[in-house]
């Protein structure tokens, strides 16, 4: 079973206009919750995470995530996108134990002028 | 070191010869994970280690991939007899523990003629 979703494979927006990445997870308790992003040619770096408190987190590069309990979702937003921001994006869940880090498929993101 | 250090960066070796892939960790890192990255695809995992021990080896996808892990330090990802399918971007990433965030490596961009 997946543990953690991500729907849309590829997103095109405008520059300047806002952006919202969806991620939906599977599990019964609330995980720690992650979302990277990867320029072309780099590995992933982490833009911000949730392990408990305050549902809306801030990240690096003006992203924010804000984790909803009650739709197991941690969508990431932008207010204004900057074409540097096209990238693949991750979203990552950390379960239980001693478990790795589950990795969505990812979701490419395209800024147009 | 400042980040987890991948080498080589670049690798082009011919079908059926052995390549080994060298991931140096941040320092103090005791969790150490590997990833396969397919063109245009997201995070297949691999394998991870704790310490130099590697509780979970469940994503190899053949007996021709092995890893080791000096205490906790270097790892090595050996891919024997290579084949095309073996084309990716092999991806080293870090952690001071298992439920904290991942800091990825560049990768080694492996190429089967």
């Known amino acids: 079973a997946q543990s953690v979703t991500q729907p849309d494979i590829h997103i095109t927006v405008s520059e300047g206009a806002s952006l919202e990445l969806r991620c939906n997870y599977s599990y019964g308790a609330t995980p720690y919750l992650f979302w990277y992003v990867q320029s072309p040619g780099q590995g992933l770096q982490l833009l911000l995470k949730?392990?408990?408190?305050?549902?809306l987190v801030q990240g690096i590069k003006g992203f924010e995530a804000e984790f909803k309990r009650s739709q197991s979702s941690f969508n990431l937003r932008k207010p204004s996108v900057h074409w540097s921001d096209a990238a693949e994006y991750f979203c990552?869940?950390?379960?239980?134990?001693?478990?790795?880090?589950?990795f969505g498929k990812g979701t490419r993101l395209s800024v147009i002028a | 070191g400042a980040g987890v250090s991948q080498s080589p960066s670049n690798k082009v070796t011919e079908k059926g010869k052995d390549v080994e892939l060298r991931c140096d960790p941040i320092s103090g890192h005791t969790a150490l994970y590997w990833y396969r990255q397919r063109l245009g695809q997201g995070l297949e995992f691999l394998i991870y280690f704790q310490g130099n021990s590697a509780p979970d080896k469940s994503g190899l996808p053949s007996d021709r991939f092995s890893a080791e892990r000096t205490g906790e330090s270097v790892s090595t990802l050996t891919i024997q007899r290579t084949q095309q399918e073996d084309s990716a971007v092999y991806l080293c990433?870090?952690?001071?523990?298992?439920?904290?965030?991942?800091?990825f490596g560049d990768g080694t961009r492996l190429s089967i003629l």
């Open positions: 949730y392990f408990s408190g305050d549902t």
């Open positions: 990433a870090s952690s001071s523990r298992v439920n904290q965030p991942q800091h």
């Open positions: 990552a869940v950390f379960l239980s134990g001693n478990t790795p880090l589950v």
